[in-house]
């Protein structure tokens, strides 16, 4: 029964959509190794990579899925984001729906999202280090880099 190439239920017309058991379902293109878990909720949650924003999780989660069906191979597949809380792990849906049969089905995804840039700053702190020649600790210069006291152009200005 089903979609086997015979007509299974007798009526002359051969693998159409009273003949179609098998749902359609929605996974991760094949050959991918997506870093995923379900969730307590059925909900796949996609664990890495991490996005700056929802817009590029929808596009990435776009390319990286597909619908497939035992009959059917005209699927129009669309992602939307369904629910924004918690922030930082939005929903995402799926649908595929087969506009022959009329078959729709949903699956639902989490991606990680952080818009926040990140503040970056550096500093160096010889001041606990015991004096070491190499490293140039207990000398002007930390790590070979020359320390110094930038005077600001107002000043130099006027002293000239």
Same mark, same amino acid.
């Given at each position: 029964?089903?979609?086997? %190439? ?12 009273? /003949? ?18 379900? @969730? ?6 996609? @664990?890495?990579? +991490?996005? &700056? ?20 191979? @005209? ?15 939005? +929903?995402?849906? &799926? ?31 010889? +001041? +606990?280090? /015991?004096?070491?020649?190499?490293? %140039? ?15 600001? /152009? ?5 002293? @000239?």
């Amino acid at each position: 029964m089903g979609c086997d %190439g015979l007509d299974s239920d007798c009526d002359g017309l051969v693998d159409e959509c009273d /003949e179609d058991l098998i749902d359609p379902y929605i996974s991760f293109l094949d050959g991918l190794s997506i870093d995923a878990t379900k @969730n307590d909720d059925g909900v796949t949650v996609i @664990n890495s990579p +991490t996005f &700056a924003s929802q817009d590029k999780a929808k596009q990435y989660l776009a390319s990286i899925i597909v619908a497939e069906d035992d009959c059917a191979s @005209n699927f129009a597949l669309s992602v939307e984001v369904t629910a924004v809380v918690p922030l930082c792990l939005p +929903t995402f849906t &799926a649908t595929a729906v087969d506009s022959v049969c009329g078959f729709t089905v949903h699956r639902q995804f989490q991606m990680k999202v952080d818009s926040f840039t990140p503040i970056v700053s550096i500093g160096f702190d010889n +001041t +606990t280090a /015991e004096r070491d020649d190499f490293y %140039g600790v207990g000398r002007d210069d930390y790590l070979h880099i020359v320390s110094f006291v930038s005077v600001p /152009e107002i000043l130099l200005a006027h002293f @000239n």
